[in-house]
């Protein structure tokens, strides 16, 4: 073998522990190997440790006071930021009025996704629904 200048390399030569072993990328000598039942992380995620989803759910979540018209409300951080934009809307914002618009108009066409219900949520709503209407628990006629 030789380099761009023509000059013959010298070959490396392996060892013999390391001839029957190929090494490169994603695979390292043996030596260098985890063992059997070894982690690279042995310590691991912490428990309760939460991830980017979690943590932003829980900020919207999170109750805030708002106060109107001479009353206080405790109102999530979701609601009181579409409160403050619908407010900007209203002043004649309007990226604020088209934003609220497509979503408005999104969450009315059912293309914003809505959580499925399991099937024991769905028996607990129908049987809420039927008390209401007044009808016992088997008659939905």
Same mark, same amino acid.
């Given at each position: 073998?030789?380099?761009? !200048? +023509?000059? &013959? %390399?010298?070959?490396? /030569?392996?060892?013999?522990? *390391? ?19 070894? !982690? +690279?992380? &042995? %310590?691991g995620r912490p /428990?309760?440790?939460?991830? *980017? ?89």
């Open positions: 073998m030789t380099d761009r !200048s +023509g000059v &013959p %390399r010298p070959r490396l /030569r392996l060892r013999e522990s *390391e001839r029957g072993s190929r090494v490169g990328y994603g695979r390292p000598p043996r030596q260098h190997q985890f063992r059997a039942g070894q !982690s +690279g992380n &042995p %310590r /428990r309760g440790a939460k991830n *980017e989803s979690t943590i932003l759910r829980e900020i919207m979540a999170r109750k805030i006071k708002n106060r109107s018209n001479d009353r206080v409300r405790s109102i999530s951080v979701l609601e009181g930021i579409l409160l403050r934009i619908a407010d900007d809307a209203l002043k004649g914002n309007v990226k604020s009025a088209a934003f609220l618009l497509n979503r408005f108009g999104s969450m009315v066409s059912g293309e914003l996704e809505r959580p499925d219900l399991s099937e024991d949520d769905r028996e607990v709503l129908e049987h809420y629904a039927r008390r209401l209407r007044g009808r016992p628990d088997g008659d939905d006629q």
